[in-house]
């Protein structure tokens, strides 16, 4: 990380809800360009709320997201397409389109937004495969055809397709075997690495939040309740964050050391 | 926003030289690659100068590392100096990465594709046929073992779709049969004038409702309304596994999904072009009454002169037979559902098709059977 970082997305006084209730209310986070943020929370907190309010698929009550000092819910139309080629989504199930092959997948967005000859797409597209770990035989494969995990990884390939400095990640590893789950961490550490990417990561998954982020957020009571690193994580004295990283799961993953 | 990616090139005594300079990103690869793409340094090597890139993606990686790969392959020596760490670090790894992989599987010759595709075609019509009639044997037991055990019998989920296919259907069923008749009432008293048989429209507008119309009409309408909508529910709750899930449980899905939507419409469908028929019929003595000064006790008497219980019963009497064939396609091809969204799409258009064209094949098989019957 650099000595003084600058925050990629920066979010104030959010709100956000469905019917007579607010999911959201008053939430601040920032995220720090070039790390890795994890946000976890019991299940129906908001966590992909928040997500897919950043993103501005969900219009929020009240508040101000910011990404990359851009109000993302004030821009026109072709500011906000501009902006939307610098972040990268990948939705739980890999949201891949079913009537496209994974090769044709990753080659959505750069036909949408960039003129590539053919062949530069075709090949942009096989690396892009290649580094989100698919062997290369799965590109002209349907996403029918595919198993969960490779399913991720092609989403994750669309997802990287234009080099985006914002990485989206909704349960990347939720429904993947132990050994799968733990090589996407893998791979997303070595990909953040290497691409430079700040990552705002939704999970459940306490290995990934352990091996891959470099802070974390609690979402709990319509808000954040504490940002920090694991360590900090430990210290926090609130009964679900204290049941969250104390728990026996937690034990297992290595995390906590207090108890037996 | 720095400068977008470009590049100058000069040539020395004994090589070129190539100034890469600005952001090399995804965004401006386009026309870089066209520029590059133009290289050509023969015999000379080529030293790549990158010291002056003020950014660098997998984008500009990429086309530096194929025109290198490229110009190689010719037998030019190709040099990359002055990268800084992350610069070389990201190539070195595009460099890695660099398998490549078919897009789309290749078709083969035209007449091979199209002589398959007939192949399996005539291959999935047979089958088709198959499946379908072991279909209506598993749903005709289980519509036996339904009697056999009453106990069995799913009543909440048979009134559920009593309401939705048939009591939800009634304004629509309603509003088009008495337009119909508004027509038929108009077109007969204006076609049959000429000849003097003005009066005769009851004739025409009775008979052809209620004999052929009201039920043909319900039909299409339902095909269209509840076929459609059986499939793409069964259909969405295979792809989510809910029919599986049925199955560990020891419930046939057939029992659960299938014989309440048939039963349903066996109820249904006749009600429905019973209320086509009086709704026809009131449209053309609507239209008798404004328009052709006919006033309803004339009409009504007229009408009663036209036609008796045996033109109404050659009509309805189909309601059941068309409710059948709408049930089974629509569950059907519900049942025939897998993989992804799409299928739901495809099945759904399907049945509906299907539907109405067996519909209307058996209309003609009928209106033959009664006129030979004379009836």
Redesign the interface.
């Known amino acids: 990380m650099t000595e003084n970082p600058k925050n990629a997305i920066e979010v104030e006084g959010l709100t956000v809800g469905f019917g007579r209730a607010n999911i959201l209310e008053n939430l601040d986070l920032q995220v720090r360009e070039g790390e890795i943020l994890g946000v976890v929370g019991g299940s129906g907190t908001g966590k992909s709320v928040l997500l897919r309010s950043i993103t501005g698929l969900l219009k929020p009550r009240a508040g101000r997201i910011r990404v990359f000092g851009e109000t993302v819910t004030e821009l026109d139309m072709e500011a906000r397409t501009a902006l939307e080629q610098r972040w990268g989504v990948l939705f739980q199930d890999g949201a891949l389109f079913s009537s496209l092959t994974v090769a044709q997948n990753v080659e959505v967005p750069l036909r949408e937004h960039l003129r590539l000859p053919q062949k530069l797409m075709d090949e942009i597209a096989s690396y892009k495969i290649s580094m989100a770990g698919l062997p290369q035989d799965a590109a002209p494969k349907y996403p029918s055809e595919l198993s969960g995990g490779m399913r991720k990884r092609a989403g994750l390939a669309r997802a990287l397709a234009l080099d985006p400095e914002i990485l989206f990640l909704d349960e990347p590893t939720a429904g993947l075997d132990p050994i799968g789950a733990a090589a996407f961490d893998e791979l997303i550490r070595e990909l953040q690495q290497t691409l430079k990417l700040t990552v705002f990561l939704v999970t459940h998954d306490l290995d990934t939040l352990h091996a891959v982020c470099n802070r974390i957020a609690v979402l709990a009571e319509r808000r954040v309740l504490v940002v920090g690193t694991m360590d900090d994580m430990l210290k926090v004295d609130h009964p679900w964050v204290r049941e969250y990283f104390h728990g026996p799961r937690s034990r297992a993953a290595g995390i906590s050391r207090d108890g037996h | 926003m720095a400068a977008a990616g470009e590049f100058s090139i000069e040539e020395n005594a004994t090589s070129w030289r190539l100034a890469a300079s600005g952001d090399w990103?995804?965004?401006s690869?386009?026309p870089l690659?066209?520029a590059l793409d133009d290289l050509d340094p023969r015999p000379k090597p080529l030293t790549v100068d990158l010291g002056g890139l003020t950014a660098l993606?997998?984008?500009g990686a990429?086309l530096i590392y194929?025109t290198a790969r490229r110009l190689e392959a010719d037998g030019v020596e190709v040099d990359l100096v002055n990268a800084s760490r992350?610069h070389e670090?990201?190539i070195q790894?595009?460099a890695e990465?660099?398998?490549?992989?078919?897009?789309?599987?290749p078709e083969g010759p035209a007449l091979l594709v199209l002589l398959a595709r007939i192949g399996r075609w005539a291959e999935h019509q047979g089958h088709g046929v198959r499946n379908a009639l072991g279909f209506m044997g598993l749903v005709a037991a289980a519509t036996g073992r339904m009697i056999a055990h009453p106990s069995r019998f799913r009543f909440t989920s048979f009134v559920h779709f009593i309401e939705k296919t048939g009591f939800d259907a009634l304004p629509i069923v309603g509003m088009i049969t008495f337009l119909i008749g508004i027509v038929i009432a108009y077109m007969g008293a204006v076609l049959l004038r000429p000849y003097g048989g003005e009066v005769f429209f009851t004739d025409l507008l009775g008979v052809v409702m209620l004999r052929e119309l009201a039920v043909l009409l319900s039909a299409v309408i339902i095909a269209g309304r509840s076929g459609s909508a059986f499939t793409a529910q069964i259909g969405s709750m295979k792809l989510h596994e809910e029919i599986d899930a049925m199955r560990t449980f020891g419930l046939d899905p057939i029992e659960i999904l299938v014989v309440p939507r048939f039963l349903a419409l066996l109820v249904t469908l006749p009600i429905l072009a019973f209320f086509g028929d009086m709704m026809g019929l009131l449209g053309g003595g609507l239209m008798a009454w404004i328009v052709l000064d006919t006033p309803p006790d004339l009409f009504i008497t007229r009408l009663r002169e036209a036609i008796d219980m045996s033109t109404f019963l050659v009509g309805v009497s189909r309601a059941p037979f068309f409710a059948a064939i709408i049930a089974l396609c629509g569950c059907y091809e519900g049942l025939r559902v897998e993989?992804?969204?799409?299928s739901v799409g495809y099945h759904t258009t399907k049945s509906v098709v299907e539907s109405i064209f067996l519909v209307i094949v058996t209309t003609a098989l009928f209106s033959v059977f009664y006129l030979t019957i004379d009836v």
């Open positions: 990103l995804m965004r690869a386009g690659a066209a993606d997998t984008g990429w194929r992350d670090f990201l790894k595009v990465n660099d398998r490549p992989c078919t897009v789309e599987e993989g992804s969204a799409e």
